[in-house]
């Protein structure tokens, strides 16, 4: 039985995961924040970490407690933070509490369970990013979330050279624009179908993906 380890999994796009995959077969375990995601997720069957990303020292120590292999680790947690930051009004803590959230919480998460995916039959770390972390397609727009999560697809390809001798495959991947709290009731997509193409994405990346930015329907996305 494959094992899957998934940061903020109480709700939306991470709880979305920790069904589909304990639907099929997988041991899933979901770190969350607070008791109602610990009851959600323990309704699935999944195990659960209460875990708070934004600290990444005790995240690491919280982490040290798992002790089995990882097949998959997908670095879910992130926040959008304040809407409506524009040039001329940045909240700069604001900012940078998504940044320890969504670059830091992921690098140390990473970093405390590498042994675990490294001693795994998959090897797989998948860090979700965004279209908007896109330094190519950028527009402007959520600037303060959009820089986490260019950051965060740098962490990504660093990660990946760096664990090239580990046989550890890490991509960064997109969800699109989906219908949970962050991406508001007028997205197209529904989480049930972005997780099921998020899914069929890690279940055929190879070694040569690593390092690699794709789209939850399998397109590549430009830096």
């Known amino acids: 039985m494959p094992?899957?380890?998934i940061t903020g999994a109480g709700r939306g796009l991470g709880l979305e995961?920790?069904?589909?995959y304990a639907a099929d077969g997988w041991r899933v375990i979901g770190s969350v924040?607070?008791?109602?995601?610990?009851?959600?997720?323990?309704?699935?069957g999944a195990e659960t970490l209460?875990?708070?990303?934004?600290?990444p020292p005790k995240l690491k120590k919280s982490l040290s407690s798992v002790k089995d292999p990882i097949d998959l680790l997908f670095c879910n947690a992130g926040i959008i933070g304040k809407r409506g930051s524009a040039l001329g009004s940045?909240?700069?803590a604001d900012w940078e509490s998504v940044l320890r959230v969504n670059l830091l919480g992921a690098a140390a998460t990473v970093e405390a369970l590498l042994g675990n995916v490294a001693s795994s039959e998959r090897r797989t770390i998948a860090l979700m990013s965004s279209r908007l972390g896109s330094i190519a397609e950028a527009g402007g727009m959520t600037v303060p979330y959009s820089t986490s999560k260019a950051a965060l697809n740098m962490l990504s390809?660093?990660?990946?050279?760096l664990l090239k001798g580990k046989d550890i495959i890490v991509v960064a991947v997109s969800p699109g624009w989906v219908r949970t709290d962050m991406g508001g009731a007028g997205a197209p997509l529904s989480p049930e179908d972005s997780v099921r193409g998020l899914r069929k994405v890690l279940a055929g990346v190879r070694p040569?993906?690593?390092?690699?930015f794709f789209s939850h329907d399998g397109s590549a996305i430009p830096w």
């Open 3 to 5: 094992t899957i380890l």
């Open 17 to 20: 995961l920790a069904r589909q």
């Open 33 to 44: 924040r607070d008791a109602a995601g610990k009851a959600r997720l323990k309704k699935l």
């Open 50 to 55: 209460e875990l708070d990303v934004s600290d």
């Open 90 to 92: 940045f909240d700069y």
């Open 157 to 161: 390809k660093s990660m990946s050279e």
């Open 208 to 212: 040569q993906d690593s390092g690699r």
